[in-house]
């Protein structure tokens, strides 16, 4: 049922859900279905987290994080949603890549990939074969020491070209750097390469709809605009939470939030043993990210250019350029009418999305922030008139949202796109040693990160916690 957030909630939950993002939906669903007594609070005025859109004059729609996942999620929500939300998922064709080094296109998959390697690059296929057969083979209790710079140099030796064609897309996609572990990068890399890239036909508002409607279905009690200010906790054990001075009764409290908002706003470091407070502050946050987003006047079109354009200025690719606030590098989503077929008068949108660092935009003055954020529009159109010359006057609609927007709308810590970096699984997955009956799921480790993994960990999450309860029955 779909609670009214004015109405105190009186009865007592089997689980909690803080956050609809798509973990916790998948996690609330997956619950419900089980014949669990769920209810899914959430801050924000619509169920999606991350997986969000929204509305501008009049007309105009963006899809905030609908730029592409991996064939996965088809199973995914075949099998923890329903068929009809899986069959929406369609390919990404045209994934363009366009930088001082190469113009390429491909529709992601290995093939294409082998191919591009060898005939464009001039790598050995015996190189490429080695590389795509390790890289499909990793497992994330691999060994985490190598990082991705050194796979890649270890496999094309001063390639700068092919360390770029290969790793560019997934720092995009998951905010993972040269520096980062090449387990993470492997396992990201061969999901995405296995078959293309992926979307929803409808846009995130249907698939969001679709997911809502069968939560409901489910009997999943949702209520909206209820942000939960603590996770009571008593003698060790869960026991609810509170939202301003209303409490609301549950044996399992599973966030979606922030892990560590969760840990330290939501529960409290003096609820934990110290030693586990200790590894907890050695968890990093991934970064943030910059959007720009550009509505289309009603009646004009732009011509098929490619569903996903990585761009860059830079000669070179380096983590740092990446996420300066005077990068060149972006990724173009173009969103044509086709997307909506639902819609009568779809529109035409193009988000272009920057990686960023919340610290350079926090420390910002009020004129500076403003003047920073227009900087950010005019960049990314003198990027984007390089890739479609007339689009200026096109536009009817732009707008910039930074890491403080990303913040404020998720209570994400520093506005992390992807929550925090690998060692933060460990710390999810023993919260409820630390407390029974609390758990936590979503964008922890760049694996359980991005539609499908934060789908998949909903899952992984809700399976401990039928465990729990089973334990406890
Ligand atoms: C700009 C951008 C582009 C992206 N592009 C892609 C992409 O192309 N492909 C891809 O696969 N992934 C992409 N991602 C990442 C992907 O969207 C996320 O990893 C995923 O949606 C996160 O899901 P989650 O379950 O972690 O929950 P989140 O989306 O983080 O949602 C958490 C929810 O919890 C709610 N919440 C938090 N605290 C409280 C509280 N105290 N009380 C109540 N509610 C609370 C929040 O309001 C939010 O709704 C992108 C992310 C960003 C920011």
Redesign the pocket.
């Known amino acids: 049922m779909l609670l009214n957030k004015n109405n105190k909630v009186t009865q007592s939950y089997d689980v909690i859900i803080?956050?609809?993002?798509?973990?916790?939906m998948t996690a609330a669903n997956k619950l419900a279905k089980n014949g669990r007594k769920v209810l899914l609070?959430?801050?924000?005025d619509k169920l999606?987290?991350?997986?969000t859109w929204f509305y501008r004059k009049g007309r105009h729609i963006f899809d905030?994080?609908?730029?592409?996942?991996p064939i996965g999620m088809v199973k995914t929500c075949r099998k923890y949603w329903n068929k009809e939300i899986a069959d929406k998922i369609i390919q990404l064709k045209r994934v363009r890549f366009i930088n001082p080094l190469y113009n390429i296109e491909t529709d992601f998959t290995v093939e294409d990939f082998t191919s591009k390697l060898i005939n464009d690059f001039k790598v050995s296929q015996e190189q490429v074969d080695n590389f795509f057969q390790l890289i499909m083979n990793m497992n994330y209790y691999d060994d985490k020491k190598m990082t991705n710079g050194e796979l890649l140099e270890g496999f094309f030796p001063g390639r700068k070209d092919v360390h770029r064609f290969l790793i560019e897309p997934i720092v995009y996609?998951n905010g993972s750097t040269l520096e980062d572990p090449a387990v993470t990068y492997g396992i990201v890399f061969s999901n995405f390469m296995s078959k293309g890239v992926y979307s929803f036909e409808g846009g995130t508002d249907l698939v969001v709809k679709m997911m809502q409607d069968e939560l409901l279905k489910n009997s999943v009690d949702i209520r909206l605009r209820?942000?939960?200010g603590k996770i009571v906790i008593k003698d060790n054990v869960c026991q609810g939470v509170l939202i301003d001075d209303e409490f609301i009764s549950s044996r399992v409290v599973l966030s979606?939030?922030n892990l560590i908002g969760t840990i330290f706003n939501?529960v409290g470091e003096e609820n934990f043993t110290p030693s586990f407070i200790e590894k907890v502050k050695k968890v990093r946050l991934n970064t943030s990210?910059c959007?720009v987003y550009m509505g289309i006047k009603e009646g004009e079109t732009i011509e098929d250019v490619g569903d996903l354009i990585f761009y860059s200025e830079a000669e070179e690719f380096q983590t740092d350029e990446l996420l300066s606030m005077n990068t060149t590098s972006r990724t173009f989503s173009l969103y044509y009418p086709r997307l909506r077929p639902q819609l009568k008068n779809a529109g035409y949108s193009i988000v272009s999305?920057t990686n960023a660092r919340y610290e350079d935009w926090v420390t910002l003055s009020r004129e500076e922030y403003k003047a920073r954020k227009e900087e950010l529009i005019r960049a990314t159109l003198i990027s984007l008139e390089k890739v479609i010359p007339d689009i200026r006057k096109k536009i009817d609609y732009i707008e910039s949202a930074t890491p403080l927007t990303?913040k404020r709308y998720?209570?994400?810590e520093k506005g992390a796109?992807?929550?925090t970096k690998h060692e933060g699984l460990e710390i999810s997955m023993g919260l409820n040693k630390e407390i029974k009956g609390l758990f936590h799921?979503?964008?922890v480790g760049i694996i359980m990160?991005?539609?499908?993994g934060?789908a998949n960990y909903?899952v992984i999450q809700s399976y401990e916690v039928e465990n729990y309860l089973e334990s406890r029955a």
Request: net charge neutral.
């Open positions: 803080i956050g609809g993002g798509l973990g916790g609070l959430e801050a924000h999606g987290g991350f997986a905030v994080s609908l730029h592409g996942f996609a209820s942000k939960v979606n939030g939501l990210s959007q999305s990303i998720t209570q994400h796109s992807f929550g799921t979503g964008s990160s991005g539609w499908l934060a909903g």
